[in-house]
């Protein structure tokens, strides 16, 4: 039996990082940050990664949003519009948008991700 247990990796700046798989072809990465500052943080940050072709579901969720696309490009699904994204665009996703990304590019695409709660 394959263990699902996500596996910590060290960042450069010595925060720690557990991979979890989100869909075939996507991993978000969680840090893990210490307590004292994550209880006052009013948003989470994470980092995910779409391999060349992969999507993320079509999803929408209860939090804002915002994407900062590292590297890559793809081809997004949000709301009722349709786009191109690339490295250095920054997205917004209302509360409760919809959303769904492919990788059409030839490189793995790399993304920022911060949420937080509307209500805050």
Do not use: C, K
């Not at 509360?95 to 911060?114: A, C, M, P």
């Amino acid at each position: 039996m394959e263990n699902t247990t996500p596996a910590p990796r060290r960042s450069p700046g010595g925060l720690r990082r557990f991979s979890r798989p989100l869909a075939a072809g996507v991993t978000l990465d969680d840090l893990v940050l210490p307590r004292a500052v994550t209880q006052s943080m009013p948003f989470t940050l994470n980092t995910a990664t779409v391999v060349v072709g992969a999507e993320l579901p079509l999803h929408s969720h209860s939090q804002h949003e915002i994407w900062v696309i590292t590297a890559g490009s793809g081809r997004l699904d949000r709301g009722t519009e349709t786009f191109d994204i690339g490295e250095g665009d920054v997205i917004l996703f209302e509360s409760q948008t919809q959303h769904h990304l492919t990788n059409t590019g030839q490189v793995d695409l790399q993304l920022v991700s911060v949420y937080w709660d509307p209500a805050r």
